[in-house]
């Protein structure tokens, strides 16, 4: 690919993205969104917290050292934040984080 497609590309992305972020805003101005929307908005961030738990599981060995300790200082991380900010975007990406850090840093 030319440097003019690539560039090309990129702005159809972007404007594709921009339009799809915008349109629920256009859309719902004048109308209620369905029970479903709305089902979806209150239910999506405990159900994203529930996933990102069990994939952090999900390979964890229990049997043989350190038994999932840092899985489960991440969660209880998450935890806290949870509990002391009650925000559920802060506590997703700073539980992530720190569950990255201790992934990455930690090693026993």
Known sequence: MTSNEIYLAIAVMAIANYITRVFPFLFFVKHEPPAWVVF????????????LIFYTLTSVDFKSAPYGLKEL???????FLHLKFNNYLVSIILGTLFYMGLVQFFIV
């Open 40 to 51: 979806i908005e209150k239910n999506f961030p405990p159900i994203i917290m529930t996933i």
């Open 73 to 79: 200082l991440a969660i209880g991380f998450t935890v």
